[in-house]
C-alpha cells in the first residue's frame, strides 16, 4: 500500500510503497477513506515530542471501511464504516467499566511504543519494522488497527466529516458534555477557538449553555465560534479574565474550557471560571515540564479544574453518537473542513496548518 512514512524527524514526510500484513486475531484491516491533520502529527514530525519514534506511519484521525477481520473479531465485519480511536474502549478493563472515565488501559503501553497489542507491527519496508502512530497510522491507504480502537458508525455519515470525530472535534464536544456536564443555562467560557475550542463551543450549546464566550487571538477563528453558537467573543490578551469578570457581574463564568495548550491561558481559564462552583476543564496539551500556576485561595473560594483526555468519550460507545448528532443537524461540521488534500499533499497539510490556514485539511484516500 501506499503511505506517508516519517523516516527523519524535521524532514517531509515521503509518500512510499510499503508492505502491511494481513490482521491477526483481535485485529480489523481498514481501507481508510479520509483523514484529518493534527497538531499531534506535527508535533511527532518535527522531532519536538520526546517520546516520538521512526520510522513511522503518522496519521491518527481516520475513517473507513473494514476490509477483512481477523480471527476472535466478533463485533465488525467487512463492510463497516469505522472511525479510529486512538483512545479506544476494550470494555473490560478497571476504566472502561467505571463511567467516570475513558481512559482504557488495555493497550497503553503497546500503543505509546508503537506496536500492535501482540508487541510486533503489521507495516514493513524491506523486512524493516515500520511502527503504528498512536496506534492508528492512517496517512496511508490502509490500516491494521486492534478491535477495540475502532468505532462503527453510521454508514451514511460522510468519511470527510466523520475523521473529525477521531480526534479534535470529540475532544472539545465531550469537554463540555462529559467531563463539565455543563448544565443548562449556565455561562460559559471556551479560550482556544481551534478544532478543540470550537467542539467545546459546540458542546456547551447542545448542553442548553445561555452564554458563551470564546477567546482567540484570531477575527477569523472568532467568527466561525459565532457559528458554532458563542455569543461573545474576545480578543485573547492579558485583560481577558478582566473582561470577563466585568461582563459577569464580577463572578465569572459556570464553566470554563482551555484549549490552546498554553499554560498562561490555562490560568486564565481558571481565574475566569466563578467563585463557589466555577469548573475549569483543560484540554489544551502544555509543553513537556510546564505547569500551571494557580492561586491556591481561587481554589478554597470552590473553583475546580479537570483535565480532559479525549473528551472523556468512551470511544467506541460515544463517537458514534456525537456522528448521529451531527447527521441529525445538531452539530455544523463542515465548517471545520477548510482543504481537501490528496495523500501526496500531506506535507501540504503541515504547511497550512503551520500558517493556521483554515481548521482541518482532510486527506481524502478513496
Ligand atoms: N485533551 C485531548 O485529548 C486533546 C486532543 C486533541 C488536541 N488536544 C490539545 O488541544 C489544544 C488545542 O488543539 P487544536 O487542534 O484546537 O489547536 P489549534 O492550534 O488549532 O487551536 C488553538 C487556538 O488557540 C488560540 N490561541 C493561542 N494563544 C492564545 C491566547 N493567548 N489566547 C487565546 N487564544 C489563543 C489560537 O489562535 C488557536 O486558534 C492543543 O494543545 C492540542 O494538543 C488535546
Ligand atoms: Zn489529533
Ligand atoms: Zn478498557
Not at 205 to 212: N, P, V, W
Not at 269 to 291: D, F, H, I, P, S
Not at 303 to 308: E, H
Request: with cysteine.
Amino acid at each position: 500500500m501506499r503511505a506517508a512514512v516519517l523516516d527523519e524527524f524535521g524532514g517531509p514526510l515521503t509518500i512510499e510503497e510499503v508492505e502491511l500484513a494481513e490482521p491477526r486475531a483481535g485485529e480489523v484491516l481498514v481501507r481508510l477513506a479520509a483523514c484529518g491533520v493534527c497538531h499531534t502529527d506535527l508535533y511527532t514530525a518535527s522531532g519536538a515530542d520526546p517520546s516520538g519514534y521512526a520510522p513511522t506511519v503518522l496519521g491518527h484521525e481516520g475513517a473507513g471501511v473494514v476490509e477483512r477481520v481477523g480471527p476472535d473479531v466478533a463485533s465488525l465485519s467487512s463492510g463497516d464504516h469505522v472511525v479510529t480511536l486512538f483512545s479506544p474502549q476494550c470494555g473490560e478493563c478497571v476504566h472502561c467499566l467505571d463511567p467516570r472515565t475513558n481512559l482504557c488501559m488495555a493497550i497503553r503501553e503497546q500503543q505509546n511504543s508503537g506496536f500492535l497489542p501482540d508487541g510486533t507491527t503489521r507495516i514493513s519496508r524491506d523486512g524493516e519494522q515500520i511502527r503504528h502512530f498512536m496506534g492508528c497510522s492512517t496517512f496511508a491507504e490502509y490500516t491494521v488497527m486492534p478491535e477495540i480502537a475502532l468505532a462503527r458508525i453510521d454508514p451514511e455519515a460522510p468519511f470527510e466529516q466523520a475523521c473529525l470525530f477521531a480526534c479534535g472535534l470529540s475532544t472539545g464536544l465531550g469537554a463540555a458534555i462529559n467531563t463539565a456536564e455543563v448544565h443548562p443555562g449556565s455561562t460559559c467560557a471556551v479560550f482556544g477557538a481551534g478544532m478543540v475550542g470550537l467542539g467545546a463551543v459546540a458542546g456547551c450549546r447542545l448542553q442548553g449553555a445561555e452564554r458563551i464566550f470564546c477567546v482567540d487571538l484570531s477575527a477569523e477563528r472568532l467568527a466561525l465560534a459565532r457559528g458554532q453558537g458563542a455569543t461573545d467573543l474576545i480578543e485573547g490578551g492579558e485583560d481577558v479574565v478582566e473582561r470577563i469578570l466585568e461582563t459577569t457581574g464580577g463572578f465569572g463564568a459556570d464553566y470554563t474550557f482551555e484549549a490552546t495548550g498554553n499554560v498562561e491561558v490555562m490560568r486564565q481559564a481558571v481565574e475566569a471560571a466563578r467563585m463557589a462552583w466555577g469548573l475549569c476543564t483543560v484540554a489544551g496539551v502544555a509543553g513537556r515540564g510546564e505547569t500551571l500556576d494557580v492561586v491556591p485561595r481561587l481554589l478554597i473560594t470552590g473553583r475546580r479544574i479537570a483535565g480532559s483526555s479525549f473528551g472523556g468519550v468512551k470511544g467506541r460507545e460515544g463517537v458514534p453518537q456525537l456522528i448521529e448528532r451531527a447527521m441529525a443537524g445538531e452539530i455544523d461540521v463542515a465548517p471545520f473542513i477548510s482543504h481537501r488534500i490528496s495523500l501526496d499533499e500531506v506535507n501540504r497539510g503541515f504547511e497550512l496548518m503551520e500558517a493556521q490556514d483554515g481548521i482541518r485539511s482532510v486527506i481524502e484516500l478513496s
